[in-house]
């Protein structure tokens, strides 16, 4: 059974940090892309950051120097550093693991954590 397990949300004040893990299990980690999304309500999910297997690493333009994305393949963990973080921020975020095998794609989903910035 996969799961993927989001911790480190919270609410912070304008202009603090917070780190978000996902623990993965179920999955041979070090083989998957791994993402970190957010959504609000009434918006659709959107990408803020993105680490392939490899390590290489991909950025939404909103989040660009001041979100760091990390994995630890020995943990099996992904990592969202986020600071000077912006009301704007504000937003469910959730873990995604990704791999492409044969031509299918395989997809998983954590369930969730709240990120609230307070003005």
């Known amino acids: 059974q996969v799961q993927l397990v989001e911790s480190g949300g919270g609410l912070v004040q304008t202009g603090g940090s917070l780190r978000l893990s996902c623990a993965a299990s179920?999955?041979?980690?070090?083989?998957?892309?791994m993402g970190w999304y957010r959504q609000v309500p009434g918006k659709q999910r959107e990408l803020v950051a993105f680490?392939?297997?490899?390590?290489?690493?991909m950025y939404a333009d909103s989040v660009k120097g001041r979100f760091t994305i990390s994995r630890d393949n020995a943990k099996n963990t992904v990592y969202l550093q986020m600071n000077s973080l912006k009301p704007e921020d504000t937003a469910v975020y959730y873990c995604?693991?990704?791999?492409?095998?044969?031509?299918?794609?395989?997809?998983?989903w954590g369930q969730g954590t709240q990120v609230t910035v307070s003005s």
């Open positions: 680490i392939t297997r490899f390590g290489s690493t």
């Open positions: 995604n693991a990704r791999r492409l095998d044969s031509a299918r794609v395989y997809e998983y």
């Open positions: 179920g999955i041979i980690f070090s083989i998957h892309d």
